[in-house]
């Protein structure tokens, strides 16, 4: 157990939808950073925050947005999806920004139908 | 720029085989942290080791080992005598201030390790 709680687990929408994501991080960890892995794919970077401040993006659409609250949980929220935001997405906390290991979620799988 | 590339996308041994899992990767920085993680069936990502670009000493831990070269900016991982609980996703990633602080992930090798 990684210490990092993501819910949900799965999901199935249908396309046009819109989805949360929720994170909560490790306990002391300020860090949160948020992945997408679609099928046989690597994981791809989307966004970081840091202690409540975007600190780095990625190549993240701009269907997509996400947020850091003051008890350092964490929200990606999914708008207007289409079948090809399928994927999992994995959320990732560390204690510092960018010189620290990367502690995972279990992920949460979305299908959109 | 800033990119990992592991070129290996399957590589498919038998018990007790040693393998490398090759990691290349690409930085401005002179400052930066190296990992790898390992995915296995069930999904999970876990941590494997950390190196920062100062530190090339290779570090051994079991049957795990790492070798870490910045004269050809590469990053390899051995696993010595593996065994079937090693088939996994393996993924090598790079953090550095350039890259404006986020962790970027190769491809990952695909580990088969047949009994």
């Known amino acids: 157990d990684s210490g990092v709680t993501q819910t949900p687990k799965h999901l199935i929408t249908a396309t046009g939808q819109r989805v949360t994501l929720r994170c909560s991080p490790r306990?002391?960890?300020?860090?949160v950073y948020w992945y997408q892995q679609s099928l046989d794919q690597g994981l791809q970077f989307l966004i970081q925050y840091y202690n409540g401040e975007e600190r780095a993006k990625g190549n993240i659409l701009e269907r997509f947005s996400a947020q850091q609250f003051p008890d350092l949980h964490s929200e990606l929220n999914l708008s207007s999806l289409e079948l090809g935001d399928s994927a999992l997405y994995f959320c990732?906390?560390?204690?510092?920004?960018?010189?620290?290991?990367?502690?995972f979620g279990e992920g949460s799988r979305l299908t959109v139908l | 720029a800033q990119k990992v590339t592991q070129a290996q996308t399957e590589i498919s041994v038998v018990e007790k085989e040693d393998v490398t899992l090759d990691c290349v990767y690409e930085?401005?920085?002179?400052?930066?942290?190296l990992f790898w993680y390992k995915q296995p069936p069930s999904g999970e990502l876990v941590f494997l080791i950390r190196r920062n670009s100062f530190d090339e000493q290779n570090e051994i831990s079991g049957r795990y080992s790492w070798n870490f070269q910045k004269s050809t900016s590469s990053f390899n991982f051995t696993i010595t005598a593996s065994q079937v609980v090693d088939s996994a996703v393996y993924f090598c990633?790079?953090?550095?201030?350039?890259?404006?602080?986020?962790?970027?992930f190769g491809a990952g090798t695909r580990l088969f390790v047949k009994a």
């Open positions: 306990s002391g960890d300020l860090s």
């Open positions: 990732a906390s560390s204690v510092w920004d960018y010189t620290g290991e990367l502690f």
């Open positions: 990633a790079l953090s550095d201030l350039t890259g404006g602080f986020k962790t970027i």
């Open positions: 930085t401005r920085d002179t400052t930066y942290y």
